[in-house]
């Protein structure tokens, strides 16, 4: 199981809006209900962060209606002494086959 942010938006008029949140609340589903939106600051989208086995399973507990335009990004903590682990998967991009990170964290 890994964490996933799912981040949702929706149209920014007001019967959007409310139809976006009146799905979301009616929908049985926990994890829905207890997103939090933007709509109040002017960022129409809903978040919530999910723990499931993939993307996939991620995607399912989005509505339909709202899956097309949803954002799903496996989400990953570092603890101070792995923060290096964190940076192999860059080496595939950047050819960096060494065990050094391809960046440097500030303070490190
Ligand atoms: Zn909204």
């Known amino acids: 199981m890994s964490a996933y942010l ?36 002017g960022e129409h989208k809903a978040w919530l962060v999910v723990n499931v086995d993939n993307k996939n399973q991620a995607l399912q507990i989005v509505p ?7 954002k799903i990004i496996k989400l990953v903590k570092y603890m101070k002494e792995q923060a290096a682990e964190g940076f ?16 440097i964290i500030p303070g490190q």
């Not at 339909?64 to 949803?70: Q, T, W």
């Not at 192999?88 to 960046?103: F, I, M, V, W």
């Open 64 to 70: 339909p209606l709202f899956r097309h335009d949803a």
């Open 6 to 41: 799912i981040e949702i938006p929706h149209p920014v008029d007001k019967i959007a809006c409310m139809h976006a949140i009146q799905v979301f609340l009616e929908s049985g589903s926990h994890f829905l209900a207890n997103a939090d939106w933007g709509c109040q600051d």
């Open 88 to 103: 192999k998967y860059h080496e595939a991009n950047t050819g960096n086959l060494s065990d050094e990170p391809d960046r």
